[in-house]
């Protein structure tokens, strides 16, 4: 599912920040006041003046509250809705395309006009949103794209193919001179096309690395059989990602990281570099990577600049992660939502082929963050308060 995006400096998205979201409001999982008390109660906490007239205008489907980024984008939704008129609700599908299927449904019964949700297996979605689009409702995929259906009329996403490439570079750059450094590959979930988008990213500017002989693969015969060619097919990667998926779970990624450092010998090991695919993973493989006494440094990437990696990322046991600003993606999913509610239509930059169509797309970029720059990037932007980090 390749990408044909231009992009918004995010400075004009935050302007609209402030116009686009006087006119939504919140409910989810949890009530606007934050009591985390399941979707039961959000009967009581719904209702404000301009709703559709069965109910809710709006839906919100997450992938799983287990894992920190997707409470930050609930966060980040009810901060931009705390005020506003149009109805919304907040589901979370705790990594079930059931769960997710029944979230639909449920929203659909309450009269939503917008569905915006963030698959937990992009393919698998489609049986729900072709429910949500039988019935007239606007869908809008959310960061992860939908793929192998016509049931998606629009897409907010950042660039993935960057966040890959940006996690690449850093390695290539970090790496120190010499040859032959350990190269450890970790990967997302497969059926999360994003995990494909940042992997081909990240071997576009590692594999030239690899080929000339500055890493070398440490764990993954896929990948060194393929490691002398420039791109991969879609069934290329996804033999590697078979290999080297984390699943998007942290355990996961720990016992891989242990089964990986047993596995090799000590010309695996000293100064390494670890192309980890997001900050939940990045933080349990760094655990491992730093107790093995035969691995002397390493180099770690990641990914959503969760708070506790920026606390890893200032202590020095998580080299980097790449921020993408959850309040823009926000801005653009609530800004189309209001769009259409209004019977406007969207403004788009691209699209995405999502294997059955070409979707309608916008995009954000995104933005290296290292112990350099967390006081620029994501104190003075007001992203976090310095006051939740120590030894900044
Ligand atoms: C991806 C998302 C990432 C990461 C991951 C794990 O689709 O773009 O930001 O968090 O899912 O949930």
Sequence with gaps: MRKKIKSIPVVLVVIMLAFILG?????????????????????????????????????????????????????????????????????????????????VETLISKGIEVLIIAPHDGPAAGVSVEAAKA???????????????????????????????????????????????????????????????????????????????????ANSSEAEALQDKAELTRDEMGKILGQVTTNWDPNEAKNKAQTHLTAVGPEMKGDIAVLAPNDGTAR?????????????????????????????????????????????????AMGMAVDVLDGNTPETTGNYDNGSIDVKAKQTDVIVVDEANVQSELIDSGYYEASEFTGL
Excluded: H
């Design 135 to 217: 019935e007239g409702i606007t869908v809008i995929a959310y960061d992860r794209l939908i793929t192998e259906t016509d049931a998606v009329d629009y897409y907010v996403t950042f660039d993935s193919l960057a966040v890959g490439a940006a996690q690449g570079q850093y390695l290539v750059d970090n790496a120190g001179e010499g040859t032959n450094v350990p190269l450890y590959l970790y990967a997302g979930a497969s059926s999360d096309n994003n995990a494909f988008l940042f992997f081909e990213g990240a071997w576009s500017v590692l594999q030239p690395k690899i080929a000339d002989g500055t890493f070398v693969i």
């Design 284 to 332: 349990s493989i760094a655990d491992v990577f730093s107790t093995d006494p035969e691995v002397s440094s390493y180099i770690i990437t990641g990914q959503d600049a969760e708070k506790a990696s920026i606390q890893y990322v200032i202590d020095g046991k998580q080299s980097m992660t790449v921020f993408k600003d959850v309040r823009t993606l926000v801005t653009d």
């Design 23 to 103: 006119a939504c409001n919140s409910n989810s999982d949890s009530d606007v006041s934050g009591n985390s008390e399941g979707a039961a109660n959000d009967e009581e906490s719904a209702g404000n003046e301009t709703t559709s007239e069965s109910g809710l205008s709006v839906g919100i489907v997450l992938p799983t509250k287990d894992e920190p980024r997707w409470v930050q984008d609930e966060e980040r939704f009810k901060e931009a809705l705390s005020d506003s008129d149009y109805t919304t609700e907040i589901l979370f599908s705790q990594g079930s395309s059931a769960k997710e299927k029944e979230n």
